[in-house]
Structures are given as C-alpha cells and as structure tokens.
C-alpha cells in the first residue's frame, strides 16, 4: 500500500504545475522515505546473512534497470578506459550495503541511517582521488566536524556491545562515498546512469552468490516478502533521488536529502520501539548541522559566480 502511494505522489508530482526547485525537494524527500523503508524491512526481514539481503535488494534494482534500459533502448556498450571505475564502483556501493545492512541489523534506525549520510561527507575526500579535485579549507573543517558528530554515534569504547555494528555502518558510508565520486567521475566521461546503475546492481549480485553458497539461510514465505519490499523501496528511492537531481542541482536541495533521518527515527520507533541515547542524539544534531552549513556554504558560492 505505501509503495502504491509513493507512486501516486510521484505521478502528482510530474502532473502539478509547480517550480522545479519544489519538485526537486518533494522527489528527494520521497526518496528519503523510500530507503528508511527500505532499512525497515530489512531488518523486518529477520535473522537472515546479511550477503542474502544485499542480494535481493540488488536483483530488484538489476531488474528495474534492465526494463528502463530495454524500453529506453539504452546501450549496453560502454567505454573501455571506464571499466576499472565501473567495477570499482560496484565493489564500492556492495561494500556500503554491505555495511548499512549490518548496521541496520543491529543498529537503532537512526544510528543506522545517520552513519550512512556520512557518505556525501567521504566523497569530497574521494573526489581528491578519482576527479583531481582540490580539498578547501572549508570541506577540510566540515569533513572533521561530521567524523566527530560520527563518533558521537558510534561511541568508540569497549564497553559499547554495539560498537562492531556502528563501525560497519560508518564503513558503510565511506565505502558509499566512494562510490558517489566514481559516479560521478563515471558520469563526466559520458556514462549512462541507467547503465552504471544496471551494471553495478549486476555485479553486486554475482558477488553476492559465493557468500550466499557457503552461508545460506532458508526464508520463509514472510521473509521473501520483506526482501522484495526492500527492493522495491530502494528502487523507489533511487529512481526518486536521481528525479530528484534532473529537477533542481545537488546543491540547491541535497540539505532536504537528511529528512531520512527523520523518518527512520520515526519508523524505529514505532516498528521496533528504538530510542536514540543522548550521545547518538548529539551526533546527529553535528552532522547535520555540517551538511546545513556545507549547503549554505555551497548556494553562497554559486550566487557568487552567477
């Protein structure tokens, strides 16, 4: 049912005569939506390997590409010197559902989700790596500020019995970061969107199967369920993010982006009764104070060019 609505909206949406600047932010908002309801039913998902997860959340998005590439009559040819981004790409974004599954698994929602939006944070050091772009002072203090409101969350300290899950959780965001800045460096030699997407969702897939062979647990007809739920909310939410950015630049409502934060805050505690500590708390209000001031910082910037 909440899948059809967020496709009714999302119809609306391309139906209502609006500035396209709102559309943005009503697309991002709805994609943030989506994958808090995807982390929820993953973890609804029970006590399945986490690699079983990965796989069917990758398989739905494989196969939602694969149709808009056929209907589209995309290429499926794609540049020789891109393959090493390509396939670094793919390893990149596997490693970070790999690790927001993790945390999700064994994580508050929001602790969960939070760590995950340190990736737009990561791939402004990535960027350095794979687009040659120069750190400024500015990204330098921001970056720190968002690892120290991350630690805030994690909670480094023996005595914290989650503290293995909140770091693959913070991994998971790096590794995403990753991932976000060969995108874009994949996108700047010409790529398809639609392509790096079908070609990643691929080859996470296949490197799901041996983890899979060696750990595989049997789901129940409930759990198949939640599996293709997630699958289609993160369809939902790619498909809505990347709508999102052909209506208005990343940095004029990528802020709006946070608003999962919300939602999974909302979604943990009504699902699963989850109640974020102080500490966890204090770290979100940093990180997203940094992404508020990042997004400040970025519109007074182009202002001043244009």
Known sequence: MCLTSVCVIILSVKLMKINSKYKGIVMIIISAFCFALMNMFVRLSGDLPTPEKSFFRNFVAFIFALVIMIKDRGSFHFQKRNLPLLIGRSLAGTLGILGNFYAVDHLALGDASILNKMSPFFAILFSLIFLKEKLKTYQVLILTGAFIGAMFVVKPSFSNADLFA???????????????????????????????????????????????????????????LFLILAGLSAAGGQFSITAAYTYAPAREISIYDYSQIIFASALGFFVFADIPDIYSIIGYVIIVAMAFVMFIYNNRKANTKT
Request: with cysteine; aromatic share 16%.
């Open 166 to 224: 909140s770091v693959c959780g913070l991994f998971g965001g790096i590794a995403a970061g990753a991932a976000y800045s060969m995108v874009r460096a994949l996108g700047k030699r010409g790529e398809k969107g639609s392509f790096i997407v079908l070609f990643f969702s691929g080859v996470s897939c296949l490197s799901m199967i041996p983890l899979m062979i060696f750990n595989f647990k049997m789901f129940t007809p409930l759990q198949f």
